[in-house]
């Protein structure tokens, strides 16, 4: 019987099964329920990424808020902030 240890770590180590990637860079873009999400990698041959950037969707819809704002009150930007329906976690990477 397989402990259970093993058969976990082969389901969450990628390294498991390892597999060449070619060597260049990529951007991908790929549509998300809060806009378009890319993707950035980064391959130098080997079976990890050199480099992998993820843009989230968030950033792009808080860089339209000076716009949206602009001329208006201050106590609109709350419902401008809450219109384009930001997770701010995703903003600070």
Known sequence: MIPVIVVIEA???PDVV?????AGEVYQA???PRGEMGYYVVSDGSSKPYR???RSACLANM???PT????????????????IDIV?????R
Not at 18 to 22: E, G, I, S, T
Not at 73 to 81: C, G, K, N, R, T
Not at 88 to 92: P, R, V, Y
């Open 52 to 54: 992998v950037h993820m």
């Open 11 to 13: 389901h969450v180590r």
């Open 88 to 92: 701010l976690g995703e903003i600070d």
């Open 30 to 32: 790929v549509e998300s």
């Open 68 to 83: 949206m704002c602009e001329g208006k009150l201050i106590a609109d930007v709350v419902a401008a902030i809450g219109s």
């Open 63 to 65: 860089q339209t808020l």
């Open 18 to 22: 390892p597999f060449a990637v070619p």
